[in-house]
């Protein structure tokens, strides 16, 4: 298996942490999760105080399925235990403060993201779904609240019965702080089978006036989760623009394209991103995959930066061989001007690796964060086929600073969002679950500016490098964080004996001429710090 090429800064490691800031602490918050689903659910805001440090986080909880309908009509079918979305307000340490709900009892909510009101920093709004009062009728809301978490005001966005029913959602705030919110309508039919219609696009003002509405050209069909964050050009036409995986008009190659919409949505224009990419076809990349989500920030100067999944070819299918996150940056013209891949293999070769969030910090860095599957156990349905999420922190140029991958082999982690805070470091949220399905949690992972976790029991499920495939049969690949310099891999049998010893050559350890069995990786890094890990040789 070839490397993938990485592009790195070389001296970004060393100019990384010149700069001072409040150090704030680390955390790792667990709570008992009520709801049985969050896949697109959990979000995270970060809330300042007057000198700049951290007064507290908010959090989003969603149970998005909670609402469903009975086969062969549309009346809408609600579970006993619905439970509404929630916000979480933690202290700076990861202390539960207190809670509120977007709905009363028995009528499903959403959130879809959380903001800062433009007009008053000690208020926050929410935008998502809401049951309507008459609870046949899925439609958008807005909602205003302030840190101590009392409700101001909560106002549904009423539209035509066509747009009774929304799916999910993107949203995000433009410079003259509006949201945007887009989601996906949808019917059944009297056979029970579902009617998608066009995307729906809403421009709102932060007192929850409906101020544009419009049909993407666009049939969405394409899978829910292809459809990336949205922003807004910087080149004084106030345009929309948003990432997408998979072909406009269906199921053909899937590249990735941006759909570029002025702010009353009635003119929708694309472009293929990666018409003029030449790659190193031995590497076998293709670009874009339809179940991946994409993300995409607009940077003040123009350009872009762009987060989405990629797929290693194996030459007759692709998704069935692991899989990597390719990050791009893109000029004013959506050109790419830049891009790397970040390498996400799991214990199994085959596998899928979900992008589930990304956020720019004060500074131009990027944060990425993403989950494993062992494909595998994805296809016949085994929850417990996702088992480590990655963390990564790049630059504006998609040069890698550091990459952290989480697993502590106990437990199921689905990351959902992360989040940029003040300090340089970020904010990972989501849900994990015990492998025999018994107990859920929501987490929330405070990660520092150099990707370190002062919560000791936590710090050692981190690692600053990933090995792959595990079952091995030849060759154990290796590929270390930027950030961090090895200086032995050992590797060891069960009767603790040393069988492989490597001072250089730290890429790949040799282990077709050992018997099968379970063997113990350690690596040492220069810095003293050591990590184990078990391989199995088949």
Known sequence: MKKIALLFVGLAALLYGTKAFPQQPDFLFEQQYPFEWSYAGTHSLEICNEKGGTECYFVTACDLNTIGYTTGGKDLMIRDDIQPAKVLKLSPEGE?????AMSEEGRYSSIIRLYHDPSNPKFCLAVGTVLDSTLSCVKPYLAKFDTNLNMVWSRIIYLPEDYCNLLGGRSFMDSHGDIVFCSWPFHFDPNGYSEWSNMLYLRLSSDGELLAMGDSPYYSNLYCLAQGDLFEYTDGTGDYGQAFVGQPEGYNDPPVFIVRMNRDFTDFQTRDLVENITLDLTDGIMIGD???????????????????????????????????????????????????????DNDSVRTLAFCHGMDASD??????????????????????????????????????????????????????????????GCLVTGRYWTLDQTEAKLFVLKFFADGSLSVSEKESFVRPYTYYPNPVKEQLLIQFSPDVQPKQIELYDLQGRLVRSQGNAFESIDMGQLPAGTYTLRVTLKDGKSYTDKVVKE
């Open 363 to 424: 500074n131009g860095d990027f944060f990425l964060c993403n989950g494993v599957y062992d494909l595998g156990a994805w296809q016949y349905g085994e929850i417990d086929g996702m088992n480590r999420f990655t963390v990564t922190k790049t630059d504006a140029n998609t040069n890698i600073i550091w990459s952290r991958s989480y697993e502590d082999g106990q437990h199921v982690f689905q990351p959902c969002s992360v989040m940029a805070t003040s300090d340089e």
């Open 290 to 344: 339809y179940y991946a989500e994409s993300f995409a920030v607009s940077l003040h100067d123009g350009t872009k930066y762009l987060s989405t999944r990629g797929v290693r070819w194996d030459g007759w299918s692709p998704g069935l061989y692991d899989e990597v996150i390719v990050s791009m940056k893109l000029d004013q013209n959506d050109s790419i001007v830049a891009f790397s891949f970040i390498p996400h």
């Open 96 to 100: 539960l403060l207190g809670e509120m």
